[in-house]
């Protein structure tokens, strides 16, 4: 067996929507099953297209009895269906730090209002807004996998059509979404430490575009979804960065007077 082939990443339509990830292996399991047809659209990175799995390379040794095919193999078997990029480490990106500004700013405002002068979180030393950085985002870890775990997505992953699911493409459950997003913390943010954060978040970019899984998911067995977004989504994303930003700069002008 091609080791290339067996090391990629693969996902299949199930009627309504991408499931994987699963090894070759897995994928030749669910074809003796019989949930994986000759018809069953397939996808890998690096394909460009999701493709009929009795013409995929790796699998045409499975139907050698000839079971049709789709005559158009861009046709998603599901009605209603739109098949995007499985392969968007951007929107990702993205998703993920619209996530951590919306929290930090929230949180921060919290604390004002609560527990911290203005005044004391103004005068704050670098190394002091080092720590209170690191223990937000991990606290987001929490509040991100309920999120999960209840709706299967968050509020900037929801915004650029990006669903977390576990293998069976169902939301994963509370234990396996905090596994997944301390992993994130961790692996994918380096825990946000200046220079490491940046360091670990280039690694697990470069995993991805090689492997088409990050590290995170793999180990947790989530997959990412992306679904198509409504065309307004980027916009509403930047004026919602922006106006954080905007207001994060009057808080602050605010607590410097």
């Excluded at 994963?172 to 692996?187: D, N």
């Amino acid at each position: 067996m091609d080791t290339n082939t067996e090391r990629r990443i693969w996902h299949y339509d199930s009627g309504n929507r991408p499931r994987g990830p699963y090894t070759e292996s897995e994928i030749e399991g669910r074809i003796a099953e019989g949930e994986v047809t000759g018809q069953t659209l397939v996808w890998a990175h690096p394909m460009d297209e999701w493709l009929p799995a009795a013409t995929v390379g790796p699998f045409k040794a499975r139907f050698a009895r000839g079971e049709p095919v789709l005559d158009d193999p861009t046709v998603p078997a599901g009605p209603g269906f739109v098949y995007v990029s499985q392969m968007q480490p951007w929107a990702r990106f993205f998703a993920r730090h619209l996530d951590y500004m919306t929290f930090i700013f929230v949180a921060v405002v919290v604390s004002m209002l609560t527990f911290s002068s203005a005044y004391e979180i103004a005068t704050m030393t670098g190394g002091q807004t080092i720590i209170v950085f690191i223990v937000l985002t991990f606290v987001w870890a929490f509040v991100e996998a309920a999120l999960i775990s209840v709706y299967g997505t968050t509020p900037g992953k929801y915004l650029l059509g990006i669903h977390v699911a576990d293998s069976e493409g169902q939301k994963p459950g509370l234990a396996q979404s905090l596994r997944r997003s301390l992993r994130v913390w961790a692996m994918g943010m380096g825990m946000a430490l200046p220079i490491i954060g940046l360091v670990m978040q280039a690694l697990g970019y470069r995993a991805l575009k090689r492997h088409g899984i990050s590290p995170w998911d793999r180990l947790s067995r989530t997959e990412v979804e992306h679904f198509d977004y409504h065309i307004l989504s980027p916009i509403f994303y930047f004026f919602t960065a922006a106006a954080l930003i905007f207001l994060a700069g009057v808080l602050g002008a605010a607590m410097g007077r």
